[in-house]
């Protein structure tokens, strides 16, 4: 296996790359797979140095996996999103949201949110939130419009059998169908807002192979929390939305800034939830730092950290940032 060189920038496209001075490798839950999978050696992730960017700070391995690779790893070697998965499994089976500590609390009370978009992942930021916010507050339903979802999603899953089996499947189908609508309306508290998730079908994502039980996270998120699917690249540039999310997703598409750039010229508000940790993992191309936010100000974007404000109790380090391109920010906590 070849590694690629990636000499410019993911994010800026800037040339101007300085060795980075935390060069530590020690393998995690997704290299130790890699390694694994493609018989390779600690030698060969050693090959990969990494780099910081001096315009925007962001850090990158240069050399990487080939764009071809990169695919595998997200849809093969660890085609499940973990940790999006788990967040659905804490929800809907035993009523515990993602953990933003008070985000969406702040954010609802200084914000007037009817139309709100995340990226590329449904079930990492808010739209758990959204949904417990809409519908009443019962475990049970919680559990049932969960497993009335799988079962509806699974149940169209016929290849290889025999017509019996396929006509009584598309019986369960419509069976599991009206259940699941039937329980959503008696649960019902309020109008939706209106939410979507945009995709863009990177190699540096997860895909088709996102799975649990047979169903894909984003053909679940469609139907259980009521949201519409776009592709980034069909998307009309008229869109416009109140706020918009994005959860440990723009270091994993291969057009970052590009995004970004959607999301804060169509949105009032932009929140970005990243990694802002200087030791880079081999599983990653790149990452931001919590220098970001100083590029993003020198930019002219209004932009305010709000780590510490939403009281999260967390290890990791990490960094929220609300952002705006035509707001200034200031928060009532």
Known sequence: MRLSNYNECIFCGSSKLKLHFNQNFTHNFYTIAIKNDFKLSDGFFKKMKIFECQKCHTIQNNPWFSKETSFKIFNEVYGQHNRNWSNVINFFQNGIKPNHGKLFYILNKNLKIRNYCEFNVPFMGLMIDFFSQEYRENINFYKNIFNYSLKYLSSRQVAGMKKASIKKKQKEAKKNLNKLEEIKIKNKLKNNIKKSIIIDNSYLSWLYNDNYKS????????????????????????????????????DHTHQPKKILDFALNNSKYVLIYCHSDQNLEKQHLFSFTDKFESYLKKKKFFCKNITFEIEKKTKSKEIYLLCSKFYEINLKL
């Open 215 to 250: 169903v894909n996270s984003r053909s679940l998120a469609s139907k259980i929390l009521d949201i519409e699917i776009e592709d980034f690249n069909l998307i009309k540039k008229t869109k416009r939305y109140d706020l918009f999310g994005i959860f440990h997703t723009l």
